[in-house]
């Protein structure tokens, strides 16, 4: 990823917000299709998943932008 710049910030963090989007769905869904034809690799796969899913929402949290739905 290269460098942010401070002439268009906020385009750049969402264009780099667009491209990593599209490169984490594919990858996702080829481990996903690959641990279905190899059982063993599920668990890895589902922890994987879990680890992004709270990463993001530490993320969230860290910067003020998650609010829980008890809030």
Known sequence: MPPLTTSALSAEVLESALLTLDQISTRITVLA???S???EQ???VRMLLEDLLAD???CE???GTYA???A
């Open 42 to 44: 599920s668990v890895r």
């Open 68 to 70: 829980s739905l008890g």
């Open 56 to 58: 993001i929402h530490d």
């Open 33 to 35: 299709l690959n641990a």
């Open 61 to 63: 949290e860290q910067l």
């Open 37 to 39: 034809r190899n059982p």
